[in-house]
């Protein structure tokens, strides 16, 4: 069974930097894509960023240049570092992935901005 974990959030002040971190077992990570999404209460799930399975990367127009997603394939790790924050990107924070036509999600981990 697929198991994402999410950590790293937390309360931050505007320009601040966090760095989310995914924990994941039960899939072949090293052939996943995986996905960042963060919710805001209310509003649907919105597609942060990706990365492939060759290192690949696609960002949200809104986190363009102050987010970097990562991966460590030996951890079956992915990481979202998130420079420049801004109280828009206050939101719950969600790992995803595919797999056996199935999508799987983590907990989430909640990230709270201040100004």
């Known amino acids: 069974q697929a198991r994402l974990v999410e950590s790293g959030g937390g309360s931050v002040q505007a320009g601040g930097s966090l760095t989310l971190s995914c924990a994941t077992s039960?899939?072949?990570?090293?052939?996943?894509?995986m996905n960042w999404y963060r919710q805001v209460p209310g509003n649907e799930r919105e597609l942060v960023a990706g990365?492939?399975?060759?290192?690949?990367?696609s960002y949200a127009d809104s986190v363009q240049g102050r987010f970097t997603v990562s991966r460590n394939n030996a951890r079956a790790t992915v990481y979202l570092h998130m420079n420049g924050l801004t109280p828009e990107d206050t939101a719950r924070y969600f790992c995803?992935?595919?797999?056996?036509?199935?999508?799987?999600w983590g907990q989430g981990t909640q990230v709270t901005v201040s100004s």
């Open positions: 995803h992935t595919q797999g056996w036509g199935r999508n799987f």
């Open positions: 990365i492939t399975s060759d290192g690949g990367t």
């Open positions: 039960g899939i072949t990570f090293k052939f996943a894509r």
